[in-house]
């Protein structure tokens, strides 16, 4: 499985890095092949404010080949092709904007223009998959109507909204029972993952 992970200006880089951790251990254990990394311009800024360490754990970690990360506006990359084999693609944390694009099919970066290929090329033969992960509230009605057409047109919506059930301790833990939801919902069946009353 390729997996690729956009990261827009939405608050919320803790998603993004927690998802990408938990991807890069499920590349070590052989369960996916490749991930794939693009910025926004503002999801790079706001990382760098919320998470500075992030962004120097994940140079790290492209450094050392363990994953790949694409310019926004390099539309010569795989992800930008369906032809290039990418299984899905999470954006997280998604911004309304990027939401908007999307439903629009404004294909004006490289992020939309990777979603746009999940949604083109889903067929019974090969399950391309779409996560937006929205990270806004309240949401307006030009919000919900957009994710309608996600929705309509294929993808799935997941908000940054952590569940309490598994009743997490630390902030961590809380935002993991996000991070665990989309990683079942690619099929990785991540170990410490439970639905409700399991």
Known sequence: MKVAVGITGASGAIYAERLLRRLLDERAAGRVEQVAVVFTSNGRAVAEFERPEFLSWLAQRVAADEAVEFRNDDFFTPVASGSAGYDALVVVP?????????????????????????????????????????????????????????????????????SFYTQPQTLDEAVDTVVLRILSLLGLAPEGYRGWQE
């Not at 404004?106 to 939309?112: E, G, R």
């Not at 033969?125 to 309509?152: A, G």
């Open 94 to 162: 998604c911004s309304m904007g990027a939401v908007g694009r999307i439903a629009g099919g404004v294909t004006d970066d490289l992020i939309a223009r990777a979603a746009d290929v999940m949604l083109k090329e889903r067929s019974p033969m090969r399950r391309r998959t779409l996560i937006l992960c929205p990270r806004e509230t309240p949401l307006s009605l030009i919000h919900l109507r957009n994710l309608t057409v996600v929705c309509e047109a294929g993808g799935i919506v997941l908000p940054a909204m952590p």
